[in-house]
């Protein structure tokens, strides 16, 4: 496969997304896929962000394990990543402000230190200073050459970006973007090149993009939102398009709000829509089970993140299954889908409003920060702007001739033909309190078991009847596999990739990926797992949530586990090397490994504003009264080399025994 | 404008006779409520009576029209949700203390600032009914109940000064035993394109010993009577905190502003509920074209 | 097994639950065993009541399925309940107020309509006009004459009652009292009697009452909580003790206010536990996450009710496991425990003080309705005293010469010694964003992988750690039975008694209750689970919401599943009926059965104000247009027996139909 | 009363620096807070200072203290706690606009009429500063955000008169821009038997353009400078209106009135944590005998 991968590393506030946008804008309408991951941290200014954009001739399903070319914003950068690029790559940087030591660099790596200084004049002549958020744009430049995209796409790219800033803004950008591109054709050999641009452009759109846009098509005239990463930029993108769009957009005072807000939209009968993070989510709970037994349609996307509570706002994580599965109090349907990719949430989001109408019930999207922030190409036929809308069994018009209209007639189907609040003749009234088919309390002087049981029946039966038309998952790969992956979310694209790897290198692998959650295709899933050889989950969290779900709906405990819980997502090496160990009947090996103690010889040092050392070597030492094997590192000055500190880090623990400074 | 068709009480008569203990303020509220809907004739159908969960609460239940009878302490934001969305219909929000001032206070609060255009009606029985009796916000200081034996140590909160200085654009108080006066209060707040709060007195006659019928029946005054003028702000604040021997009743605060209604975009052409669902095609394209 | 169980039926606000009191303390004070269940409704006054009171000189672990004696309190109570008396048994009412149709008592029932006006002639004369609430207690005197209980008793139990409103009114409740017990020793024969009186004085006490008391018992100084059924009257007994117990109560604004205000009150090193229904914990469930990522120690009661949403206030049901399960988004150590009676919800909570200490982390106890509120007899030594103290691993002083205090440091155990604030020198913060051992955050600027992975692995050990010392469930009954059952929470005692009573008709049955569900006993439940026979759930919900808890964690279905969820607790006989349907392989019969028809044609007659007519007659008919089987029902007027109406209700749906008035 | 040792700002210096942006308001009062502690010589082991979420809410990180960093919102109730259980520590709350006035009102609107015994210091930037530019409660109308890119449509809600209505009995305005004013006026708070609350302009230098530290030193004047008499309940409500040209900070309003402490009986005897666990047997067996 075609392809190539570049790393943006520095600082929050460096302008380093709008950066990489550029190039996958470019790539994107030259016909190329983009893949980009932000690994980006939660305060607004300083800390570590580390992008990656992930370029290929094929669709690239996930940002991958590879690095051929690193853009470096600042020091800290290089040391962190530089290592990672692969031989025939290249090392991007200031060069006028940052080293980079030659020690931490691979053989056959390109070191290319932009004398932005020098290859400025003429424009700062022109232009006045460059502003150092400007620079990027010349690394960007500089990419471009380095991975054969030309000059002309990201020309045209900046020229769109800026257009409402004028043309003296544009002029500057285009003119840093080809003083970088000429230095490396000068200075460097391209490290990707022989791309058949089809020339079809593709927007690049992260998942909660499309699950917007996707609402718009379906119809949606209400989101309600409170601000909360990773869901805020479906709230940015309906308040920045809301007057385009006609979709009434409110920020509430809490998710409390949100919900009930949502919920009384769905009431009075528009399409509704909110959306929230884990911590968010938990505030509306309670809200879920009223547009349950109210049987009011609402759409409400939960977007996983590092957890528990506060957690890892930044970083992403799947393991808020059980939250969303046990939301609310007591038994009422609802359906619980989770989207796998971008097209899929598109798809997802148009479905879940359709099926929220014709089985009167909320809909739970759960999404993941990797899904929902990272942006992708996609084909554009993936977005139809004309979707089916199917707004079920409407009660147009009522006569008294026809009796009494009872909303919540008991029915084969457990749905009961809905009239919109402010029809003449169909008055009733939404209880959250358990009722009768005429909306008359039952919870209070009238309990009368009976009702009680066949009202619960009713819309029970609402469960049985989605499942019938919603697609069963179905094994992705060769039928004949050894092994089988088994996850959901966003981490189909790793699996994905994982498992083509691994049949190409002979160890034939299938996987099955889980969308929907409530109502669950016990029948069809047992049948692919009971015939599965070696079933092994892959999630992003601690408990395998989804291997626990599937046990509970068909009782077929997984062979073993793929676990990320340390905030970054899972990638196709780390799935293969682990599945391996699996199969190999190793034993998950939990210790603190080399570099790992050498991350967090770093971490201490960050945090204890020692940022004038660093970790040169560390020994493990087995017997030492600690109750462990410990790592033992020696610290250094950075400049001078001199010792500067040891400590003791346990290999089982991970706890610091010992920080000694140098006398 | 139309002129106003005026409809009988009898039209928003529920399916099902209230609950409520015989003597309990709620029922005065319920007529109320229902006289006003019929004296600006607001049929039935175009009528949607939120509320939340408590004794109180139970009202959309018994009257003709669209209820929402939602969660304890959420009734605001249900109703806004449900107002925006069809702006065609008339929103009234009817519960009580614990609900709105308690656990809803901060909804509340928000909702008055934003001055969306509904009515609040608060049946303030100064205690928490459906649960059997505990201290509510509005629950007298020293007042023993059933979480407070040894006498509620928190000082009760104002609704109508919170009302007031939050934005509410009409401010109002009435009491269950004063039926004309309360239909006239309620009909107001109706009328009145705004926020409207009517916090008023309903007493509940089984777990609140003190604050009776005859014990407000000797503190209130109508400021109706006294030609109150409600349109000074910091005036009509200070009269909020008249409370002990002499209470009043009826119109506090009044002003004219604009509400979210109006400053909301898409709200400019109709009620959303009427409007064309799916993507215009042309903007469909132009908002992926910004993708690329 | 002697025993006898009476019932009181009438509107609330009738004062019924005085009766039942009077009753069963005078039992309790005798020696008998009592189990009292009260099945009301949520509104103040009207409602329909009905208590049942059994009693036994053996202890009786349910309110069973019998009726000797019913004190019918308004014409309506004898309509619904005249015929569950049983053969020896009575029927006692005000004979001046009440009719009873003989067509509705059973053969061999005595009918006592008492003349209170005249057997209460002396007693107005001395007195005054008697209130209708204190009529009761000349029923009770009937009561205590036909259950064999004596006169002497209860009076003691009326002195007790009535002593805070001086000697008159006392000597006019057990004026009252006798007249009915003369009044039935003159005109009836004793249904029960011959008892043996232990004379142990045994404590009258609900569930709520006992986790009360074990929370002062356990050293709690802290209690907060918002009023809602059936977890309020924890909170009425707090704030009733506060001045004797010393524990500080705390009504608040709302559920978000109660838990964080309890977690606050954790942290700062007080005991502290707070309680709520299934709505309020809906909204607590996001500061769970946070007491588990702070560690801290906090105690959370669920009192589950009917559902979903405000559902059946005051009906029982098992339906909020996944939510406690769910509880917040992420992964975290909590302790989730369901005590299964009385007795247990006292140890069950003093152990919970004990593990929140120990292992810092909330313990959220999953109670139901019937175990919080129904009352029952339970032996003294069940309620001691002095309970084991053990605040876990507490840094009670720290040197600076020590070096930096960790508040989470990394160890072996899980668990890191913790210092409560106010101690010197060891001062740190408490975050909801992820952090390192020394608290400081790792979610901001300082992301370190592998300092995310060992805090989340050394959080997650104690959950390892905790289950070593918790008791493992076991099989009760005979242990090589054809037939085992599986329940949890206060399900337990009927699933006791109809396991006990099948053993005894020929059916080994034996049972299984689960307490602990996080962390859960899985070696063991599947060690036994796979050796059983048929596996039976025993649940008062829909979807058996354990059984497929079990499933997640063994992989092992149940062969069968009991459901209730009409609002009405589960009772022997009815779980017997089901558990054979299961055996003999029959599928379950959901239709509406004649009884049921009968009862919604009430429902409807009564939410029609159309109680002036009843049922007369139902047949059934199978083909008619419908879609189903109908029930077709005549109705008559009360009083003339003329044609009232008609109605027509689905078998399948339940649906009416039609209602047509005669004409 | 034992005098008062001061003690140095250093002794609260974090173990971690601050991560705001350059020229943050926030760092203003983190410093005023740790001298305001300083001057009053409260141990470090002895001040709780409790947040919720938000990028103000971040400063319990970044002072030696006990620190609480809570949930968005729940700031209160968790300080309430935790103040409750030991009574002997001083309890400080620091956190935004947003989750002060926004999500966490409800519990704030409570605390107040209660009276507990705390300090509240909201950073009040005008905007969600840690979300990346929301509109907040206290933003002014018609300032574009993202989530108002038409400008905002809500009014703001005024933080100074909810709390003298709402029963505070110290309300205060600080600005970050006039360091040794703050100090005295957090100082001022924190002796305060009360619940003090004190409003602080703490720009948001990176989301609020409108807002910023020139706009304010243009308005900002002092009332202590114009012997403004804090005592007088009605006019410092209307004092709290003034916001435009002339903008007053310092002591608005101020009162002595019994705190819930005060009520509360079990706080008579110390502070909870210090108490004795477990029952004294004869009040245990009281209480059993009552269930007999
Ligand atoms: C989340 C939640 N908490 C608690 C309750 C229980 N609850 C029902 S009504 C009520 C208080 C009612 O008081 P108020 O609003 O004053 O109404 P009233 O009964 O006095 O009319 C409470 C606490 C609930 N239904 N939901
Ligand atoms: C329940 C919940 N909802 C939303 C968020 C996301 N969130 C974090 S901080 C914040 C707003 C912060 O605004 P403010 O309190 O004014 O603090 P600032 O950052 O401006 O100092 C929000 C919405 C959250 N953490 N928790
Ligand atoms: S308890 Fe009080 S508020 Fe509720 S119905 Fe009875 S009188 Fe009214
Ligand atoms: S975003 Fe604003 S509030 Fe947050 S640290 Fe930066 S300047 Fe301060
Ligand atoms: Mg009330
Ligand atoms: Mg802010």
């Known amino acids: 496969m075609h392809e190539v991968t570049i790393g943006i590393a520095g600082a929050a506030g460096d302008g380093l997304d709008k950066s990489g946008d550029t190039l996958a804008r470019s790539c994107g309408r030259l016909g190329l896929y983009v893949y980009a991951y932000n690994s980006y941290q939660s305060i607004i200014r300083g800390g570590h962000i580390w992008l990656k954009v992930r370029i290929g001739e094929e669709k690239v399903y996930c940002h991958g394990d590879q690095l051929n070319v690193l853009v470096a914003l600042n020091q800290d950068s290089i040391e962190r990543h530089a290592g990672e690029v692969h031989q025939g790559g290249a090392i991007v940087f200031n060069g006028d402000r940052i080293k980079c030591d030659p020690s931490l660099v691979r053989e056959g790596v390109q070191v290319l230190a932009l004398p932005i200084n020098d290859i400025t004049k003429d424009l700062k002549e022109k232009y006045g200073p460059i502003k150092p958020i400007m620079q990027n744009t010349i690394a960007i430049g500089a990419v471009a050459y380095l991975a054969g995209i030309g000059l002309e796409e990201p020309s045209k790219v900046l020229n769109d970006t800026f257009a409402h800033k004028g043309q003296e803004v544009i002029d500057l950008n285009i003119g840093l973007l080809t003083a970088g591109y000429e230095y490396a054709k000068a200075n460097a ?64 005072e809490d998710e409390l709000s949100v919900i009930n807000m949502a919920i009384g939209a769905g009431i009075a009968g528009v399409r ?171 919870s209070d002087m009238f309990t009368a078991p009976p009702v009680r049981r066949k009202i619960m029946e009713k819309r029970q039966r609402k469960m049985v009847n989605m499942l019938k038309e919603l697609k069963a998952p179905v094994l992705e ?59 092994i989950s892959v999630e992003v969290n601690f408990t395998s949530v989804m291997a626990r779900f599937i046990r509970m709906e068909t009782g077929i405990a997984m062979d073993g586990h793929v676990n990320r ?42 945090t204890h504003s020692l940022e004038k050392l660093r970790p040169v070597k560390l020994t493990q030492e087995a017997a030492n009264g600690k109750g462990e094997p410990t790592w033992n590192v020696e610290i250094a000055e950075r400049v001078t080399g001199k010792p500067g500190a040891t400590m003791v880090i346990g290999t089982k623990t991970g706890t610091t025994h010992s920080f000694t400074k140098a006398e | 404008m139309a002129t106003v068709i005026e409809l009988p009480v009898e039209t928003y008569k529920g399916a099902v006779d209230p609950d409520w203990c015989p003597g309990c303020g709620d029922f005065g509220v319920l007529r109320s409520v229902q006289e006003a809907a019929g004296r600006l004739g607001i049929k039935p159908e175009n009528l949607f009576v939120v509320s939340g969960i408590g004794c109180s609460s139970n009202l959309p239940g018994f009257i003709h029209a669209y209820g929402i009878h939602s969660l304890h302490g959420r009734a605001v934001p249900v109703a806004t949700g449900a107002h925006l969305a069809n702006t065609d219909m008339k929103t009234v929000i009817t519960g009580g203390d614990g609900d709105g001032y308690g656990i809803g206070v901060g909804h509340l609060l928000h909702a008055m600032r934003r001055n969306l255009d509904v009515t609040y009606v608060v049946m303030d029985n100064q205690i928490y009914g459906l649960t059997t009796g505990q201290t509510s916000p509005t629950t007298t200081k020293g007042h023993k109940t059933k979480s407070t034996p040894q006498g509620n140590i928190e000082s009760p909160l104002n609704p109508l000064a919170l009302a007031i200085t939050s934005g509410a654009t009409y401010v109002a108080r009435g009491f269950s035993g004063e039926p004309k006066h309360l239909v006239d209060t309620i009909a107001g707040g109706m ?81 959303l509920v009427k409007a064309k669902l799916g993507a215009d095609k042309n903007v469909f394209k132009e908002l992926v074209e910004e993708m690329i």
Chains 1, 3 share one sequence.
């Open chain 1, 565 to 606: 819980y340390d905030g970054e997502p899972l990638e196709p090496q780390g799935v293969i090397d682990s599945v391996k160990e699996i199969l190999e009947g190793k034993q998950k090996d939990l210790d603190v490994s080399e570099a790992e103690a050498k991350e967090m010889v770093y971490h201490y040092l960050r």
């Open chain 1, 189 to 252: 050999k391209v490290v990707a090149d022989g791309w058949t641009f089809s020339k079809k452009r593709r927007p690049f759109v992260t998942g909660n993009e499309a699950i917007a846009l996707a609402a718009y098509a379906a119809g949606c005239k209400f989101y309600s939102a409170y601000p909360m990463t990773p869901a805020s930029t479906i709230l940015h993108w309906m308040a920045a398009n809301q007057t385009k769009t006609g979709i009434l957009v409110k920020q509430c």
């Open chain 1, 477 to 535: 790969g060769p039928a004949d596999a050894d092994v089988t992956l088994v996850c959901w979310g966003s981490t189909s694209g790793v699996v994905k990739e994982a498992a083509e790897r691994m049949t190409a290198q002979g160890t034939k692998t299938n996987f099955l990926v889980i969308k929907y959650i409530a109502p669950f295709h016990t029948k069809e899933v047992t049948e692919i797992l009971s015939k599965a050889k070696k079933k």
């Open chain 1, 272 to 442: 509704s829509m909110c959306g929230t993070a884990g911590g968010g989510f938990a505030l509306m709970t309670e809200a879920v089970g009223m547009a349950g037994i109210m049987e009011v349609p609402v759409i409400c996307v939960e977007v996983q993140r590092g957890g528990p509570s506060t957690g890892l706002p930044t970083k992403t994580e799947q393991a808020d299954l059980w939250q969303v599965y046990g939301a609310s109090q007591g038994e009422f349907p609802r359906l619980i889908v989770a989207p796998r990719d971008i097209a899929d949430a598109y798809d997802s989001t148009v479905e879940a409003f359709n099926l929220a109408d014709k089985y009167q019930l909320p809909v739970l999207m759960i999404s993941d920060l990797l899904l929902s922030e990272h942006p992708e190409t996609v084909d554009p036929e993936a977005f139809p702007a004309e979707v089916k809308i199917d707004r079920g069994e409407i009660v147009e018009k009522w006569d008294e001739s026809q009796g009494k209209y009872k909303r919540f007639k008991f029915t084969e189907s457990g749905v009961s033909p809905r009239a919109i609040p402010g029809t003449p003749n169909t008055l009733y009234t939404h209880a959250s309190d358990d009722h009768d088919e005429e909306s008359i309390l039952i």
């Open chain 2, 191 to 271: 009328a009145h394109k705004g926020f409207a709060l009517i916090d008023v007195f309903s007493p509940c006659v089984t777990y609140n010993k003190i604050n009776t019928y005859p014990w407000f029946k000797e503190r209130v005054y109508k400021l109706e009577e006294q030609n109150w003028d409600p349109s000074d702000f910091y005036k009509s604040i200070e009269k909020s905190y008249e409370w002990g021997d002499t209470i009043p009743l009826g119109v506090l605060y009044k002003t004219e502003m604009p509400t979210y209604e109006d400053g909301e975009p898409n709200l400019q052409k109709g009620a």
